[in-house]
């Protein structure tokens, strides 16, 4: 099957620092791969769009400055939050998109940040 | 994109069938309809999908209306493990994956 691997699961970080997360597809290679970001009770919201080897592609209303992300590998994206505050606490998850075969996108298992 | 509307929530005895009706009336002709399930603190895990005929997989039943306008996801036997938001999405492209607000699924034992 297709596997995307999120890492880490948990943070906690001080305000004012950065935090890196890694997602990475283990079995497949992924051109896309998207961020999102989940509040409680919230459905998930499309954060951005990342195509290895290019910019990102960000939504409306997110700041592109403060959540950097890179595709430098078919298998891996990072995103880095900058200067993080606690209003920045939420659950981010990654997936990655298979063009081939039946697997279309697959999820990472999220990351909590804990912003404090 | 197209829009989707869900019931919020639903409820289901154990081993009962459940059907979680989606509608996306404004879903474009090339687009497939996914069904993704989210448990709480975890990432959405894939369900089925389905272009125009319904689908049958280890997991559920996806019926497609004809029209393509809705469908609905029918989970033969539901366990307690079933309990989770159900996403359906439209979507063809690979590009930009958009989550509506999705049905709560609680299974009474």
């Known amino acids: 099957g297709a596997v995307v691997s999120q890492h880490p699961s948990r943070v906690i970080c001080k305000s004012g620092t950065s935090v890196k997360i890694e997602c990475r597809s283990l079995?497949?290679?992924?051109?896309?791969m998207f961020w999102y970001r989940q509040f409680p009770k919230q459905s998930l919201m499309l954060m951005a769009t990342?195509?290895?080897?290019?910019?990102?592609?960000?939504e409306q209303g997110v700041e592109k400055d403060k959540f950097l992300i890179n595709h430098a590998s078919l298998t891996l994206s990072t995103l880095t939050v900058t200067s993080a505050h606690p209003e920045d606490s939420s659950f981010y998850i990654c997936?990655?998109?298979?063009?081939?075969?039946?697997?279309?996108?697959?999820f990472g298992s999220g990351t909590r940040l804990t912003v404090v | 994109d197209a829009k989707t509307t869900q019931p919020n929530s639903m409820e289901s005895n154990e081993e009962e069938p459940v059907h979680l009706p989606c509608n996306h009336s404004?879903?474009?002709?090339?687009?497939?309809i996914h069904w993704y399930r989210q448990l709480p603190s975890q990432g959405p895990e894939y369900v089925i999908h389905?272009?125009?005929s319904n689908v049958n997989n280890r997991m559920a039943s996806l019926a497609i209306a004809e029209d393509r306008k809705s469908s609905t996801l029918i989970l033969h036997r539901a366990t307690l493990r079933d309990a989770a938001v159900y996403y359906c999405?439209?979507?063809?492209?690979?590009?930009?994956?958009?989550f509506g607000t999705g049905t709560s699924l609680t299974v009474i034992p």
């Open positions: 997936s990655a998109y298979r063009a081939t075969g039946n697997y279309g996108y697959t």
């Open positions: 079995d497949f290679q992924a051109t896309t």
């Open positions: 990342s195509n290895e080897g290019s910019k990102a592609t960000y």
């Open positions: 404004t879903i474009s002709g090339t687009d497939y």
């Open positions: 389905g272009l125009t």
């Open positions: 999405i439209p979507d063809n492209t690979g590009n930009q994956f958009y």
